[in-house]
Structures are given as structure tokens and as C-alpha cells.
């Protein structure tokens, strides 16, 4: 095991003109070879949410949101703006981001409208609004860009993580109505449709071959791989779901993993990519306050191991050195609720 005396975790200053999302951010001094990532979704920020200080207690560099911070479901970003207020002050809360660098992206309650896509009228005004919650300083390209996805870069003494926030809302055709009893939506026609609009994808395309990551983190609101539950998921647009994956293997983007969330169960979903060495995880960590209690199943054919309909977040530790990861979902009191190592 090699020793790194004075290493220096650097955050990459991302400022570059023309960028489109580029962030500036600096964290403390590290010495290490793991970056540990928390994330989660579906917080009601009136509901207690008991797993603060265990996200706290998990140690990690960064926490990402992936998405319904709050459940606003409104079109008046005043209002929406205000939870946030309400949610940057709830105990627990309010430690986590003194001591770490908060990062993430959206879902359709905090973007404003149910299951809402590019047919949300406030989604400028409701744009403004998260990014102040997210402190993103008022100079930044990425209030001036439409969409709220964002680029983060970590160097670490073994090697460096990029972690991508996409923004699954702002440019998202209307899903297709499902004619099957107890799903809501079903895929569209191949071809129709988008997840990403053509501007994010250029940008994702380019990060992702600029990469010179040993890990790139995808944070997408919706599943990416799940996709017969009949709720919202990448899987309604299969073209997009072949898109990406086109975009991972020919991008030689090495370490790619999948963070979601939205559904409010937890599960680890993997598929093989042709041509890329190493499975593709989509880790999906949802329910922070609530969660779906009565699930009784559904099929995912790429699920791994069991579904946690329990609150949790999930936990993401990058070996750098090793290059293992571990994925665990994590409970009340710090309690592993289900775990999955992968090597890259
Ligand atoms: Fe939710």
C-alpha cells in the first residue's frame, strides 16, 4: 500500500469559457486512496428524516442530492424556494453541509410538477431557486445554461473521480400513457422522444470522452435500467437507453457507475455494456422520509440481490487504488441494509 504524505484532495476548478456547467468547489485537505460518496432522494423536509447524522457518521466527501428535496409540486418558485429555506435548516441537515461539499440534481417535486418534463412553465424560475439552495454561486454558467446538470471533478493522490449531475427534467419529452392496467407509462415508439434535449447530450458526450477519471459517476433522477415497473425511467425512451450506452463504450470512459433514485425502494440493477470491460451498476437509493412500505414487487431483469423498502440513503466507496468499489444501502442507527462490491 503506498503512502501519500501530504496529498492534497483537489476539487478541479472547471471554469473554463464556454463550459457549461463548470463549478468551483474546494474541500478540505485529504490523504487517501477511497472518496466516499452519500446520496439520496425523496425528502419530505416537513417528515423528520432520522438518517443525518448516520450520513454524517458514514464520514463521506460529498453528498449528493438526487433528486425531490423537497415535495413542492408547485408552479410558484417562491414558494418552491422557500422549503428550501425550511429544508437547509433542519437539524442534522444543517451539520452535514458545514462539513461537506453538497452537490445534485433535481426530480419532478422540487423541479414542480408531477412526472414533469419540458412542458413545465416555471422550469427557468424553478431553476434559480435550487441553485440557490445549492449555494451555486451567482456568477456561475450554470445559472445561465437551461438545465441544472453540472460537472465535478475530485483528484485524489491514486487518481481522480468525475461525478456528472444530469438534469432528467428540463428537456424531457412527454411520456407515453401505458395502456396496460397498474403501470402508468409504457415505452414510446424507438426514436421518438428524448431524456437528455440535444444540448445536455453534447455536453455528456464530451465530458464523459474528456474523462480522464478512474470513475465517472452518473447521477440521474429516474432508473436508468429498471424499466418494466410502468413508472417514470429511462426505459420509456429505449433509443436513449441505447444512446447512453453507445456514449459509455465508445467514450472509453473507464469506471462508469449509475446513481439514481425516485422510486422510494432501493435496489442495485447491472447490465454488460459490449465492449466495456466492467458492468454497468445502477445503484438506486430512494426514500430518505418515506418510502413505497407496501411494496410487494416488480420485475427488473437486472436487479441484483433484493429490493429495500426501507429508509435509507446509499454509500459509495471508491478504492482508487484497488479500484473496488463498495455500494451499501444505508439505514437508521448506520444499519447495512443490503451491500455490493464490484471490481473495476
Ligand atoms: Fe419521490
Redesign the pocket.
Given at each position: 500500500m503506498k503512502v501519500f504524505k501530504g496529498a492534497i484532495l483537489i476539487v478541479a476548478i472547471a471554469l473554463f469559457v464556454g463550459c457549461k456547467s463548470g463549478i468551483t468547489i474546494l474541500t478540505p485537505e485529504k490523504q487517501k486512496d477511497v472518496f466516499t460518496i452519500a446520496f439520496g432522494?425523496?425528502n419530505k423536509h416537513t417528515v423528520e428524516n432520522k438518517l443525518w447524522d448516520d450520513v454524517i457518521a458514514s464520514d463521506p466527501d460529498v453528498w449528493i442530492w438526487g433528486?425531490?428535496i423537497v415535495?413542492a409540486d408547485t408552479d410558484n418558485a417562491q414558494k418552491i424556494g422557500k422549503m428550501y429555506e425550511v429544508q437547509k435548516k433542519v437539524t442534522g441537515y444543517d451539520t452535514l453541509r458545514e462539513k461537506i461539499q453538497i452537490i445534485g440534481t433535481w426530480?419532478d417535486?422540487d423541479y414542480g410538477l408531477n412526472d414533469g418534463g419540458a412542458e413545465f412553465a416555471s422550469k427557468r424560475e424553478s431553476q434559480e431557486v435550487f441553485l440557490d439552495f445549492l449555494d451555486v454561486p451567482k456568477e456561475s454558467n450554470r445559472r445561465k445554461q437551461e438545465g441544472v446538470y453540472a460537472s465535478h471533478s475530485y483528484d485524489l493522490p491514486s487518481g481522480s473521480v468525475k461525478i456528472l449531475i444530469l438534469d432528467t427534467r428540463y428537456f424531457r419529452s412527454p411520456l407515453t400513457p401505458a395502456k396496460e392496467r397498474g403501470k402508468r407509462y409504457e415505452p414510446g415508439i424507438y426514436g421518438e422522444g428524448t431524456v437528455l434535449g440535444d444540448e445536455q447530450w453534447n455536453w455528456l458526450e464530451d465530458e464523459l470522452r474528456n474523462s480522464k477519471a478512474e470513475f465517472n459517476i452518473l447521477v440521474s433522477s429516474i432508473q436508468f435500467l429498471s424499466n418494466q415497473h410502468g413508472f417514470e425511467c429511462w426505459g420509456n425512451f429505449p433509443h436513449e437507453v441505447d444512446k447512453l450506452k453507445g456514449i459509455i463504450e465508445k467514450s472509453n470512459a473507464k469506471g462508469v457507475i449509475i446513481l439514481s433514485?425516485?422510486r422510494?425502494i432501493s435496489e442495485f440493477s447491472a447490465d454488460r455494456i459490449q465492449g466495456v470491460a466492467y458492468p454497468l451498476v445502477d445503484f438506486t437509493s430512494?426514500g430518505l422520509t418515506h418510502v413505497y412500505s407496501s411494496y410487494s414487487g416488480e420485475p427488473n431483469p437486472y436487479r441484483i440481490g433484493e429490493v429495500v423498502a426501507k429508509k435509507s440513503f446509499g454509500i459509495v466507496k471508491i478504492n482508487l487504488h484497488t479500484k473496488e468499489v463498495l455500494f451499501e444501502m444505508i439505514g437508521n442507527n448506520g444499519n447495512i441494509l443490503n451491500a455490493l462490491t464490484e471490481q473495476y
Open positions: 432522494s425523496c433528486g425531490d415535495y426530480d417535486h433514485g425516485d422510494h430512494s
